[in-house]
């Protein structure tokens, strides 16, 4: 497919035709399953020639085409999200001063707290719902790390504000692991790099662990050229069947994202009205935060919310009493998954102890609620 016609559909079709083979009479029309360790040798002023497996796979060339043509930029996918993320961190040297959004997935806060004991990074942390405080930390730093909407607290960064104001020389990344590329497009607003957990939305079916980096069009800093030697190095390639899978639930993106964030924001609305529930944090809600910059920034409220009940033995009550909703740490499946996030120990003191995060899937909006009503019935 060539970047005209990516350029020219809709997200809705780009999703189902980009990452296709050739239209050759009688050839499948899906990128074949490829479980390649080795290739035939080929002479080496062959361009097109993968060589080895871990150089490549047809199966990672396809999905790496779809997700690089939904964001607007070249992809390269990656054995799991954090493999992705540490890729990225990989890219900075000694002393590197980051910053960070207070609130985000906690395998990124924990690498990058890694790499300030052995490298002598710095981190830095602030408040992304705020964009100017978010831009005065920024100021200096190499890395700037973004999350919209953030985990689990649900915030919404102003994107637009912070790729714009922010320093040239800083690298400027954005966890889209949430939002998806159909909700918003990080590199057409001036992001270098974007991040995903295709384990989660993008796939979407819970039976796969798959990473990948989206790099800008304009690469100045080469990132894509650098990334892709790391993979090489570094190993943290896909698998042949989780790219296939992946691939596979990416086709069908648009319609469990929109059957799915049409419940959540129904599902917001009940638990906002519920007296059990004392806050509800979702971007549709109009009392939400983060409403006003999600909807002029995203195309969509997404597929999580989170809510917070009176304490954490009340919402493990509450999670026990679920039938149909399934406790799981993870998120982004056709299946309603949720968690009370303080279960672990690491999750940030500033989460309340009575918080559950909850991706909502696509089953019939009314057995959700039903289950979820019955479950704070029984509180009483
Ligand atoms: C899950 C997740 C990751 C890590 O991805 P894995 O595929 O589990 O390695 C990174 N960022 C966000 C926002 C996530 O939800």
């Not at 002393?95 to 990058?112: N, Q, S, W």
């Not at 831009?135 to 790729?163: F, Q, Y």
């Not at 056709?334 to 279960?343: F, G, I, K, N, Q």
């Not at 500033?350 to 696509?362: A, D, N, Q």
Request: glycine share 10%; aromatic share 6%.
């Amino acid at each position: 497919m060539t970047d005209s016609s990516a350029a020219r559909w809709r997200p809705e079709t780009v999703a189902v035709a980009a990452g296709r083979p050739a239209r050759v009479p009688d050839a499948p029309l899906n990128q074949p399953l490829v479980p390649a360790a080795t290739y035939v040798g080929a002479p080496a002023t062959d361009p097109t020639a993968i060589g080895y497996g871990r150089y490549g796979n047809p199966g990672w060339q396809a999905l790496e085409q779809a997700i690089g043509d939904l964001e607007g930029g070249r992809c390269l996918t990656y054995g799991s999200g954090m493999a992705a993320g540490s890729a990225i961190l990989d890219l900075f040297g000694p002393g590197t001063v980051v910053l960070r959004p207070a609130h985000c997935y906690l395998g990124v806060a924990a690498a990058m707290a890694q790499r300030v004991e052995r490298h002598g990074w710095t981190v830095r942390e602030a408040d992304p719902a705020d964009a100017e405080a978010f831009l005065a930390a920024a100021r200096g730093a190499d890395l700037i790390w973004l999350e919209s909407p953030t985990n689990p607290m649900i915030e919404v960064a102003d994107l637009a504000a912070i790729a714009a104001a922010r320093e040239p020389g800083s690298t400027l990344v954005v966890d889209n692991t949430f939002a998806t590329p159909l909700l918003q497009r990080p590199l057409e607003l001036g992001a270098d790099l974007v991040l995903h957990s295709a384990t989660k939305i993008i796939s979407g079916h819970s039976d796969a662990l798959l990473g990948a980096v989206v790099a800008a069009n304009s690469d100045d800093h080469d990132h894509y050229g650098r990334l892709e030697a790391g993979r090489r190095l570094g190993g943290a390639i896909p698998g042949s069947l989780e790219t296939y899978l992946v691939l596979r639930g990416l086709r069908t993106l648009p319609v469990r994202l929109a059957a799915a964030q049409a419940s959540a924001m129904i599902l917001a609305g009940r638990l906002h009205d519920h007296p059990a529930v004392l806050r509800v944090r979702y971007p549709g809600l109009a009392d939400d935060p983060g409403h006003a910059r999600a909807t002029a920034g995203m195309a969509g409220f997404g597929t999580l919310l989170s809510i917070e009940l009176a304490d954490a033995a009340t919402a493990d009550r509450f999670i026990d009493a679920l039938g149909l909703w399934v406790f799981a740490t993870s998120l982004g499946g056709v299946e309603s998954m949720l968690e009370r996030r303080r279960r672990w120990p690491g999750e940030l003191p500033t989460v309340p102890p009575g918080l559950i995060r909850m991706s909502v899937g696509v089953e019939h909006v009314e057995d959700l609620w039903a289950d979820l009503d019955q479950a704070l019935a029984a509180l009483d």
